[in-house]
Structures are given as structure tokens and as C-alpha cells.
């Protein structure tokens, strides 16, 4: 969940494609090596906010490492779901000035992103694929007339209500889940859930 919008951040800083995947995936790698996640102390800040601070620490130290070695640098790139980061990047703005804000909002895209692919899986799985199709723009209130949407679907607009309710309840709480697995406690969802809503609204 955290390896795109770390990646993100690196070539907010303004490193090149191939550097930053090099950057994020030794930052990884060193996380995994030295067991780096022990230090995360969840009395002392979000896990979200602890990653940021660990990699500015790591490009503090290691640019100069960094550019010295050949992409992939000896090592096996670890597979953490980053298929075509830059692709992704190359949807970003072309500038940011601010990288912290622009980590924020990527995160906000990727936990988001994680859940609604859950919640499609879980539709597909029951075989209301289609269903989910015509009625997915409910989660980001781009949805077409109900009217429109129940005939397309060929159930009633209160159906088709219902239907809406469900998925947008389901998805909050899919989304929920995504954060509750990097905080201590419910508060902590709570504020992230904000923190989260905040910076997909900014973005």
C-alpha cells in the first residue's frame, strides 16, 4: 500500500524515474534487512507519518550512495504490487512544491484504490459485476440519475437505492479496514479516515 505513494513522494524531491525505484526499493529493502519496522513506536505517530519521516531520513543519507549504483544495484527488485510506477507518476502534476502534501494525497489514492478493488472482487464474486459497474460512480458521487441507472440495470429506483447504500456503506468500511491494519487504536482510524478525507478533497 505504501510503496507508490513513497515512490511518488521521491520524485516529488525531483529524482529520476529509475533513481527513485532505486531509492524506494533499497529503502524497502533496509526497512526488511534491518528490521526497521520494530522502531515504529505506534505512541509516537502514524505509521504513515513514520514511513515519510523514515525515507527523508534514508534520501538524507543515501543519495549520494544512490547514484553511484546501476538500477536494481546487485539486488533483486522486491515485487510490493508497483507495477509501472511511473506509468502511475506520469498522471501526477508535473510539479508539486510541496512533496509531504503530495505523498498525502497519493496515499489517500492508493488505500482508496486498494478498497474499492476489494469491494469490486466481492461483487464479481457474487455475480453482480455488472451491477457494481453502473452503480461504482455512487463512491465518488459522480452517479447518473437513479432513474437512469434502474432501467440500465433493470431494477427499481428503490433497489437501486439500496443497492447504493450497501456498496457506499461497504467500501467505508473496506477503507476503514486498509487504515486499521498501520494504527493503534479506533481514534487513530478516525483521525486518519480525516486525514484522508482532507487530502483526497485538497487533491
Do not use: C
Not at 510503496?3 to 529520476?16: D, I, K, T
Not at 463512491?139 to 437512469?148: C, D, F, I
Amino acid at each position: 500500500a505504501y510503496w507508490y505513494p513513497l515512490y511518488a513522494f521521491v520524485r516529488h524531491r525531483g529524482y529520476g524515474a529509475d533513481e527513485a525505484q532505486d531509492l524506494t526499493q533499497s529503502f524497502f529493502a533496509r526497512i526488511l534487512e534491518t528490521d526497521g519496522l520494530a522502531t515504529a513506536d505506534p505512541e509516537r505517530g502514524r505509521f504513515r507519518s513514520y514511513l515519510l519521516g523514515a525515507m527523508k531520513h534514508f534520501l538524507a543519507n543515501e543519495w549520494h550512495r544512490a547514484r553511484a549504483l546501476k538500477r536494481g544495484g546487485g539486488r533483486a527488485l522486491i515485487d510490493l504490487d508497483a507495477l509501472a510506477p511511473e506509468a502511475r507518476y506520469a498522471l501526477e502534476p508535473a510539479y508539486s512544491d510541496d512533496p509531504d502534501a503530495s505523498f498525502d494525497r497519493v496515499w489517500a489514492r492508493e488505500i482508496t484504490g486498494r478498497a474499492r478493488a476489494t469491494l469490486h472482487a466481492e461483487w464479481e464474486a457474487r455475480g453482480k459485476g455488472e451491477v457494481f459497474a453502473g452503480l461504482e460512480g455512487s463512491l465518488a458521487g459522480t452517479e447518473p440519475a437513479r432513474a437512469e441507472t434502474a432501467a440500465r440495470l433493470g431494477m427499481t429506483e428503490g433497489a437501486v437505492k439500496a443497492a447504493v447504500h450497501r456498496l457506499r456503506k461497504r467500501y467505508r468500511d473496506l477503507v476503514r479496514g486498509e487504515i486499521a491494519e498501520t494504527v493503534r487504536d479506533a481514534a487513530d482510524v478516525d483521525r486518519e479516515m480525516r486525514h484522508l478525507v482532507a487530502a483526497l478533497r485538497d487533491g
